[in-house]
Each structure stands twice: as structure tokens, then as C-alpha cells.
């Protein structure tokens, strides 16, 4: 007798958990503080708000600290409960945070960073580090401890992704020329190692993942690009799934993950564990590599076989110069990167399996416009924040959500 298999009903994660919509203005930052069942948030209306989740399952503020300034970024280290703030003038304030009150660290307080905006900030607990980037387009590092700045690098636009690699104390810039420079930071100087080019917009987030050594960049020309450090071959992977400007990246590694959001509210959860392949040059050709036919600018060819140029195209998978016509299918290509269908040509459409179109990410809709996005891998929750000015907290791991009571 064959056995009757039922089939498991299908969560489908994220699963909303909370939603926090007491901010008067847009929360720039917000973190989730593990464990604690907490979030931080920092927000244009100069606060600083500690949310802890009530009996009643709502989120309240328990505290609320007022700045002088808009509070534009922060970076939290919950082992030291430390929290840096970076603001609109400039500043960068220091605290330690106790869940139920927040007070300004013991003897480091705040020291002027930038002249401007602080866009990122990133405390480096190894290294006693403060970095941080501006609109004046400088990187700087200050001690921790002291608030002296030890280090600056001028930057060639205004930088909104920065991560740091502790192990080989490399600092990943990503800027709004669309590169990433990669830099070895010393005590007080540093070196330009590299930089990476590929986006055709603004560099507007960064991952990096320390255990295999990759690093994501999300940009607003709506694609990502994982860029295989650790592989040693050069290997640069372009994830293309977002409708709109890329706004976050965050890298699971208990599930292998990459989560990534754009502005039109969309998350993508990527399948990391799956093997990409690069995208083919494009290549160069006078004429159709399939039927031959001239291209426009081909006055020659147009002219002796009496035929009228076409415009020329390109294939996603081979990457050879085809006409529209010997182009006219479109497919999404996992492997590649393509989730979402692309030009190819006969010969390539005929090649993909149903097997090759399976997807290797999923797709959710947030139903706000994201400007940050964070996940805190020991929980999986990830919590996004609006420009509808509400932080949204999400459950992205199927096997914890019963704990939570969310059906
Ligand atoms: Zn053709
Ligand atoms: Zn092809």
C-alpha cells in the first residue's frame, strides 16, 4: 500500500511580527537589540528611542532622548551595549545603553567628525575604532576611548555603504560614483588597495560576509553584485531581482541568505548556497551573429547585399550581437543572476531547462518604501523602516515563528 503524503502547510515568511509607528519623522537607523526583545531607533526628529516589547505585545518607547540635531545614522555593539550616533551637523555622540535608561559614556562623549551630515557610522569594537563617512566626503577613524581622530581619506563622492574587515583591517567604501574603494587602514594612515567598478549608479549599500570573504554591493541601478574575494579568481556575480533603487543588504549566515530591499518595498531573499555564474562579455559585431544581417551603422554590407540595418541587441546568456528578430524570447536565468526575464537568443532559449528556471530567491513585498533595512541573525528577525516613517519587524526563519504566536 503506497502511504498517503500529506503535504506540510506552506508558512510563507516574513511573517510580519510588529509594526513601531510613534515617530514624528523618518527613523534613519534602527536596530534590533538581541535578546531583549527591543529595538534602537534614529530618526530626522533628533531622537534617539529605546522600544521594548510590552505584555500587551506592542512596542513602547522607554526611552527618548533628544539631540541637537537630526540623528542621520548610528552603529549599536550589543556585547558592550555600546551606541554611537552619527548626526546632521557633524557630530558623532557616544553612549553606553542600558535598556531601561541611556546615559552618555563615562568619559567619551561626542567629538565633531565631519563637516556635514555623517552618513555612516561604524564602531569597530577590536580595534577601539569610531569610522565614520560625511557629506564632506571624508573617511575619518577616531579612537573609541578618547575621540581623537587618528586617520582621514578623502573620498571622491559621498559614501553611503562602509563595512570592515577586522581580520585584515580592510575598510570597503561604496560611493555615489558607483565604485567601491577598498582600503588598508592603519593606526593613523592607510592605503588604497583597490577599487571595484561596476555599478552604473550610486553604490547606496554594502555587506560584507568575514567567513567566505564576499562582499555585496547594492546600488541604485537596482542590481547587486556579489564580488568573490575570498574565491581569488576575480569572480564578480550580478544579482539582478529589484524593480527600484537597491536601499539594503544584510547577509544571513545561519541560512545562508543575502536579503536585500529596494525603495518600491520589495525584499529579496537570495539563496547564497546555490553556484552562479558570471554574466558573458558583450561582444562586438558589425552583423547578427546569427542570421547575419547588417547592423545600422554597417553602410557597407547594407549596401552590397541591398538589406536595411537592424539595431543591434544582445544576448544574456551568450552574450553575442543579435538582431531582434533572432532575439524575439525572453527568460529569467537563475544561474546568472536573472530573476526576472531577460532578452536571449533562440539558440539559448532553446537550451534553458525548466530545471535552469527555477528560482533561486523569493519575493516579498514589504508594503512600505524602505530606507533601512536590519536583521539580527541569532533571532532572524528583520526589521525595515519607511519613509512612512513606521519600522516594521519581520520573522524570516520558518522553524522559530511558533515561539512568537504569529498565526
Ligand atoms: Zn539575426
Ligand atoms: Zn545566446
Not at 586617520?151 to 563595512?163: D, E, K, N
Not at 587602514?185 to 552604473?200: A, I, M, N, P, R
Not at 541569532?378 to 519600522?391: E, I, N, P, Q
Amino acid at each position: 500500500m503506497a502511504a498517503e503524503i500529506q503535504p506540510k502547510p506552506q508558512t510563507r515568511t516574513p511573517v510580519l511580527l510588529n509594526k513601531i509607528e510613534a515617530s514624528q519623522d523618518v527613523v534613519n537607523t534602527a536596530v534590533i537589540i538581541p535578546k531583549e526583545d527591543g529595538v534602537i531607533s534614529v530618526s530626522d526628529d533628533r531622537t534617539i528611542r529605546i522600544w521594548l516589547k510590552r505584555d500587551s505585545g506592542q512596542y513602547w518607547p522607554s526611552i527618548y532622548h533628544t539631540m541637537s540635531a537630526s540623528c542621520s545614522c548610528m552603529s549599536f555593539n550589543p556585547e558592550t551595549r555600546r551606541l554611537s550616533v552619527g548626526m546632521e551637523n557633524g557630530t558623532i555622540s557616544n553612549f553606553f545603553v542600558y535598556y531601561h535608561d541611556i546615559v552618555f559614556h563615562n568619559c567619551v562623549f561626542f567629538f565633531l567628525a565631519h563637516q556635514g551630515k555623517v552618513t555612516v557610522v561604524l564602531f569597530v569594537l577590536e580595534m577601539e575604532w569610531v569610522l565614520s563617512t560625511g557629506q564632506d566626503k571624508n573617511l575619518t577613524w577616531h579612537c573609541s576611548e578618547s575621540g581623537t581622530q587618528l586617520g582621514l581619506y578623502r573620498t571622491i563622492a559621498w559614501v553611503s555603504g562602509l563595512q570592515f574587515d577586522v581580520e585584515t583591517r580592510h575598510a570597503f567604501v561604496g560611493d555615489h560614483s558607483g565604485q567601491v574603494t577598498i582600503l588598508k587602514l592603519e593606526q593613523d594612515s592607510c592605503s588604497l588597495v583597490t577599487t571595484f567598478k561596476g555599478h552604473t549608479g550610486n553604490v547606496t549599500a554594502l555587506c560584507w560576509d568575514p567567513a567566505q570573504r564576499v562582499l555585496f554591493s547594492g546600488s541604485s541601478d537596482h542590481s547587486i553584485i556579489m564580488w568573490d574575494i575570498g574565491g581569488r579568481k576575480g569572480t564578480a556575480i550580478e544579482l539582478q531581482g529589484h524593480n527600484d533603487k537597491v536601499q539594503g543588504l544584510c547577509y544571513a549566515p545561519h541560512t545562508r541568505q543575502l536579503i536585500s530591499c529596494s525603495s518600491d518595498g520589495g525584499i529579496v531573499i537570495w539563496n547564497m548556497d546555490v553556484t552562479r555564474q558570471e554574466t558573458p562579455e558583450w561582444l562586438d559585431s558589425d552583423s547578427c551573429q546569427k542570421c547575419e544581417q547588417p547592423f545600422f551603422w554597417n553602410f557597407k554590407q547594407m549596401w552590397d547585399s541591398k538589406k536595411i540595418g537592424l539595431r543591434q541587441h544582445h544576448c544574456r546568456k551568450c552574450g553575442q550581437a543579435v538582431c531582434g528578430k533572432c532575439s524575439a524570447k525572453r527568460s529569467t536565468i537563475p544561474l546568472m543572476g536573472f530573476e526576472f526575464e531577460v532578452r536571449v537568443c533562440d539558440s539559448c532559449h532553446e537550451s534553458i531547462t525548466e530545471e535552469d528556471r527555477a528560482p533561486t530567491a523569493t519575493f516579498h513585498d514589504s508594503k512600505h518604501s524602505i530606507v533601512y533595512m536590519h536583521y539580527e541573525p541569532t533571532t532572524g528577525w528583520l526589521l525595515t523602516s519607511g519613509a512612512d516613517k513606521v519600522v516594521k519587524v519581520r520573522q524570516t526563519r520558518p522553524d522559530t515563528l511558533a515561539k512568537y504566536n504569529c498565526f
